[in-house]
């Protein structure tokens, strides 16, 4: 069974205190049916993405009312075909746990302060609640599964100093989703470190295949991940669409 083009963001709902909805639209014909349905289940907002080859579909989007708020790049590496490369050991990593959770917390709200995705893009969102997107977003990495299958964290002693986490989407593809070296310690290689522990923990797992994304505007982690092995597959539009009274 599909899912629905339109989807309640349960989570946005609470962080914002506004009725929510995603939607991935691939056609320019979809777009008046997601605007309809996110009126009839009253939403106020909606975050859509479409590919950045789908120039028709963004433009249907801006001519609805809707606004560009990022471009998401996404990166993917054969994990079976090329070698991982070695860990030169700068930092220790470890797996995470629900212990952990503050730490990583604090790591997140630092390192995503005022970031470019967009939620903050958005001028109609409070920044704070913001950037608690993230950092709610790494604790419940550390407590649930259905957030994240494996945390990682890099560090000496008690002091963690960055973080990772993985999930598997499906038998043969982990996805990194959420990373982030505190700001005192970037530039020490520790997220190279944390990418090369999460793609060897994959591999050991039997995965074939590994994918990661982020803003096309971040390019500091983009260089890691090429050299590491990964290429660049495909991007995302994301565009927001009130809907006021």
Known sequence: MSEPLVQISRLDEERFGVRT??????????VPDVLESCRRQSVRLL??????NCLNVAQAL??????LMD??????????????????GVMPVREA???????????????FHNYQGHYHADPRLDRA?????????ARRSCLSPEAAHAVFVAGQGTELLGFLTVRLNNPHEVEICLNATAPSAQGRGIYHTLMLH????????NCHRAIISTQVTNIAPQKVWIRVGF????????FHRWFDT
């Not at 290429?231 to 994301?238: A, G, K, M, V």
Request: net charge negative; with cysteine; proline share 6%.
């Open 21 to 30: 909805a995603k939607a991935r639209i691939a056609t320019v014909s979809q």
């Open 47 to 52: 975050m859509a993405r479409c590919p950045a």
């Open 62 to 67: 801006e001519a609805a009312g809707a606004h």
């Open 71 to 88: 471009v998401l790049v996404y990166f993917a590496r054969d994990l079976k075909t090329t070698p991982i490369p070695r860990d030169a």
């Open 97 to 111: 746990g629900p212990a952990d959770a503050d730490k990583i917390e604090a790591i997140a709200r630092q390192a």
């Open 129 to 137: 609640a913001c950037d608690e997107v993230y950092a709610s977003w």
């Open 198 to 205: 999460a793609l060897n923990w994959s591999l050991a797992r």
């Open 231 to 238: 290429e660049p597959q495909e991007s995302l539009l994301t």
